[in-house]
Every structure is written in C-alpha cells, then in structure tokens.
C-alpha cells in the first residue's frame, strides 16, 4: 500500500485564487512528520512547510499553510492568492522515524505529485 | 555557502559503462540521500547514510553502490549502467530530527542508452 497518495495527477487554478493539493497518508506511528515540497521545471526541489503529527495548530508560512486532520490521515496543501510563479509539481512527504545505528532515523517517503498550472 | 552541489549535471552512458555521481554539501549535515526521480514516480530513496563511514540501502539500491568516506561527500557509483537506471538523480542532506527538512542538490540528468 502506499504511505503516501496525491490523487490528483494535474490541477488548474486561476490567478489569484486559492487552491487545494491533497495528500492522505498511512502510518500506525504516533509520530511523524509531513512535509510539501515544490519543484519547478527548473528541476530543483524547495522546501516550503513541515507538519507534526503531534502539532496542535495548522503549519502556516507565508501563503503556504497545510490543512492537517490527522484522523483523516490527510495533509493537504493550501495555497492562497497563487500567483503565475506558483505552477509547479508540488510533492508531499512523510518522515516516520526507525532506530537504526544505535540511533533514529526517519527517511521521507514521497508521493508521486500534483502538477499545478496557474492561469493568467 | 554553496548549499548542495552535484557533479555533473549531465551525463550519457552506454550500456554496461560505469560512473561516480558526486554529491556534496557545506551545511554539516550528518545525513546524507540520494535518490532517482522517474516521470509520475516521485522521489525514490536508493541509498542513504547517516554519518560518515556509514551506509545503508533504501527503497531501490539495486545495481548502485554509495561511499561517504568525507561527512561532506556521499558518492553514488553506477558499476554497470542499464538503460533502465535512465533519470533524474538528486542528493539531499539534513541534520536529525523528525523537522528537519531536507536540502536538495540540483539534480543530474543521467541518460543511458
């Protein structure tokens, strides 16, 4: 089963509007890390907000905030006023931590992406 | 304060050719990934470490190899290359801790044909 899931493989938003990007998520840890990423077609990947399964208020930054529900198993991205600038793959991730080498460790695991494309 | 650096940004191979992808990163950062991208496949851990000296396999380590004898350094070595190893390969780096983000390097574009 996948840890991670986008269902929606591309969306369109029209300038200046909000939108949502989905990503529901499986783990039986009680603590975990989300995190979105936004890759432009540049190609390189940019950290933009990080969630905490134990975090009682919503992560926001800037025009970025994460629509956390944990009983949902959901951490869906908001973007509020998008701007052209926006239009992007946008990947959603999840740290579980695993004791490894004496210590802890917590790979993230990546869902496939949603491409968002923003109209003038 | 350059980030994370991959070395090079391009490269074709042929079929059974081998070659060193260099990653490397000025942060301190104990953990070092490296990982492939695939078109609607997301980012897939093929090999990580967690200081140097240390290595271990991910989700896709098959036909890869990785050193990180530097804490700066994580090498990832391609011994055979298939076409099927064709993608986009990006190494990261993080301290610990379940908020750490990870920071990614530029991405090479590794074609084999």
């Known amino acids: 089963a996948q840890k991670i899931t986008q269902t929606q493989p591309g969306m369109f938003v029209q300038e200046k509007e909000a939108v949502t990007l989905d990503c529901t998520y499986d783990?039986?840890?009680?603590?975990?890390?989300l995190f979105w990423y936004k890759q432009p077609s540049s190609g390189e990947m940019i950290f933009l907000i990080y969630q905490g399964s134990y975090d009682e208020q919503n992560a926001t930054e800037g025009r970025y905030s994460l629509n956390f529900q944990k009983a949902r198993k959901s951490a869906n991205l908001v973007i509020s006023a998008s701007q052209l600038g926006d239009s992007a793959m946008y990947f959603c991730a999840m740290r579980e931590i695993k004791v490894n080498y004496g210590g802890s460790q917590g790979n993230l695991i990546f869902g496939k992406g949603t491409k968002l494309s923003v109209k003038p | 304060n350059a980030g994370v650096t991959q070395t090079p940004k391009f490269r074709v191979l042929k079929t059974g050719q081998s070659m060193t992808l260099l990653c490397a990163q000025d942060?301190?950062?104990?953990?070092m990934y490296w990982y492939r991208q695939d078109p609607g496949m997301g980012l897939r851990l093929i090999h990580y470490s967690v200081g140097e000296g240390t290595t271990a396999k991910g989700e896709v380590p098959d036909g890869y190899n990785v050193s990180r004898l530097k804490k700066q350094n994580f090498l990832l070595g391609l011994e055979s290359a298939a076409p099927s190893q064709t993608s986009v390969y990006f190494c990261a780096s993080s301290s610990p801790g379940l908020a750490r983000e990870q920071y990614f390097g530029p991405g090479t574009r590794l074609t084999v044909t």
């Open positions: 783990t039986s840890d009680q603590s975990y890390g």
């Open positions: 942060m301190n950062h104990e953990y």
